[in-house]
Nanobody, 121 residues
């Protein structure tokens, strides 16, 4: 049974930083691309970033503007998203997802429950 469990969300002030984690189980983590996707209140899902199985290919959505860094530890079956310089517009539920598409975000077959990031002063 595939499980993806996100953690690390919370309340942060504008300009602050957060590191999200996603613990994977139930499949061979190192064989798969993994993505982060977010959903802001009242909006649809928005792809954030993808990392390939050996981290040899990494892609980001334009809005990240160098503020986000995706990484993975295959030995720990864990995906990360380090976020800096957070703004109000980054407030969202952040999901990790197993990604079947090279470019990222097109075919997401397994999702976690999400971790909430709230940027507020």
């Amino acid at each position: 049974q595939v499980q993806l469990v996100e953690s690390g969300g919370g309340l942060v002030q504008p300009g602050g930083s957060l590191r999200l984690s996603c613990q994977a189980s139930g499949f061979t983590f190192s064989d798969y691309y993994m993505s982060w996707v977010r959903q802001a209140p009242g909006k649809g899902p928005e792809w954030v970033s993808v990392i390939h199985s050996r981290a040899d290919v990494i892609r980001y959505a334009d809005f990240t503007q160098g503020r986000f860094t995706i990484s993975r530890d295959n030995a720990k079956n864990t995906l990360y998203l380090q976020m800096y310089s957070l703004t109000f517009e980054d407030t969202a539920l952040y999901f990790c997802a197993r990604d079947l598409s090279w470019f990222g975000g097109n075919v997401l077959d397994e999702w976690g429950q999400g971790t909430l990031v709230t940027v507020s002063s």
